[in-house]
């Protein structure tokens, strides 16, 4: 196992010794988190897309921070290559084990018969967090920002919870109250994720719920609605939008949300040239896209930059819910009632009503629009995977490493097993780094259907896709471009 704890090289200088033992450990002082965050929009192959009102106009930054906080909007207008991240921040981030370890999956590699010397598996272990994921690198600087905005509280959804448990605990931490509509599918699914939400002090409803207006579309319909992001999303949003003292926080999707993921790659990136290593595929799940972001896009810069053009970047997404790979590049709503921002992103439709897979994470109709314009200019691939095979990886990866990876971690750890066979059969030398999201020590219940065969496979019919691509909204680019 390699383990390196560093940050990037615009912000520190290497110390000239690092420790070192037979256990093949390289450590650097805890305390050299990253001082900025990188901001890709800078090295786009075309300029980033407004987000645009329900109305269909570009939203106006008045309307904007009524929604998200003040500093957060500003950030995803911005167009500087690095922006600060402030002290308070950054002690946040540290108390969430930052820099997080890499790991050289060895056990794992000897478990696929690879040659070491020439298939190698690296992970960057987000799951060391107190929160279980990579979540909190964003809740932290969103509950900060809203601090500085004056409000008690925040709004948010979540799906398998990973989002909610990091919010509830930011939001302690900053002194707001934090409120969380939970998919109804993974409220009941993984009650610890719930506990754990309360434990910090989130307040957590199942969605749909009786609450909000968008809800009880749904709820009074059907009480047992499995419930979506989408949907979720409309009943946060719209219980911010109604209270003064609350702003809406989300959890991925959006440009602020992937710039603040980027501390995982630029730790990454020094601590691959540690380990004397370049990745030649980088590899992420994709729900909304924040963790592939996070881990992607100091690589990608790279790569854009024609540095190292050969580099692949690979998004694994569920069967069930394949917004990529099966989805459309075009405008629509962030959520199924309509009331969020409206953005340019692969989708597959805001009425789309995925599976209750266990992957709840990962159930959000669309991609990040930083991502979705990358895989709309061929420089990022994606794959889905049915959840069985993807939970056999997971356990797998528990028997050869040792950890648990929660179940949207599970797709990623698949798309590396596939990359890494492949070198194999062929006869390739390759380098792969994947962004292990998340802990899987809620996940449990999915673990013991794989064990009971009881798992089932979804993969959602096209024809029900085209059905819920039928309602996109129509923009007309030429008025704000």
């Known amino acids: 196992m390699v383990i390196a704890n560093s940050k990037p090289k615009n912000s520190y200088q290497l110390p000239n010794q690092v420790m070192s033992n037979e256990n093949n450990k390289i450590i650097l002082p805890l305390n050299l988190i990253p001082k900025q965050w990188l901001n890709i929009a800078s090295f786009l192959p075309e300029k980033p897309y407004p987000a645009l009102l329900p109305n269909g106009m570009p939203a106006d930054f008045e309307t904007m921070t009524k929604i998200f906080p003040t500093e957060c909007v500003k950030q995803a207008g911005s167009s500087e290559e690095f922006i600060d991240i402030p002290k308070g921040i950054r002690e946040g981030l540290a108390l969430c084990n930052r820099p997080t370890p890499l790991l050289r999956a060895f056990r794992l590699e000897k478990a696929l018969g690879l040659d070491s010397d020439r298939v190698k598996i690296y992970g960057k272990m987000e799951y060391v967090s107190p929160m279980g994921s990579h979540k909190g690198n964003t809740a932290l600087a969103q509950a900060y920002y809203a601090k500085q905005d004056g409000i008690t509280g925040l709004t948010t ?78 009943e946060a949003v719209e219980l911010a939008m109604k209270s003064p003292n609350y702003k809406y926080s989300l959890g991925s999707v959006l440009d602020f949300v992937c710039l603040h993921q980027t501390v995982i790659g630029q730790e990454a990136k020094i601590q691959m040239d540690i380990a004397g290593d370049y990745p030649d595929v980088v590899i992420g799940c994709i729900g909304g896209g924040s963790n592939f972001a996070g881990i992607a896009f100091p690589f990608m810069k790279e790569k854009l930059l024609g540095n190292t053009p050969e580099t692949r970047f690979i998004g694994a997404e569920p069967a069930a819910c394949p917004s990529i790979t099966k989805g459309k590049y075009t405008w629509d709503y962030g959520d199924t009632a309509k009331m969020a921002p409206i953005a340019k992103m692969y989708t597959l439709g805001h009425t789309f009503i995925p599976p209750a897979v266990h992957a709840g994470g990962l159930r959000y109709h669309g991609a990040a629009p930083l991502l979705s314009m990358l895989a709309n200019h061929k420089q990022m691939e994606s794959v889905m995977l049915h959840q069985t095979k993807a939970i056999q990886a997971g356990m797998l990866f528990s028997r050869t490493e040792g950890i648990l990876p929660a179940v949207e971690t599970c797709h990623a750890v698949a798309a590396v097993i596939d990359e890494a066979l492949e070198a194999k059969e062929n006869g390739k030398k390759k380098t792969i780094l994947f962004n292990f999201s998340g802990h899987g020590f809620f996940d449990t219940h999915a673990y013991k259907a794989l064990q009971e065969n009881k798992l089932v496979d979804y993969e959602y019919p096209s024809k029900l896709i085209q059905s819920a691509l039928g309602d996109l909204p129509s923009i007309d680019e030429s008025k704000f471009m």
């Open 157 to 234: 959804e979540t799906g398998a919870g990973q989002w909610g448990t990091a919010l509830s605990m930011a939001g302690t931490m900053m002194g707001l109250k934090v409120k969380v509509f939970q998919v109804r599918a993974s409220y009941y699914d993984k009650p610890g994720r719930r506990v754990m939400m309360h434990n910090y002090g989130g307040e957590v409803v199942p969605s749909p719920s009786n609450e909000t207006e968008s809800g009880k579309q749904f709820y009074s319909k059907d009480p047992n609605h499995p419930g979506s992001l989408g949907i979720a999303i409309s």
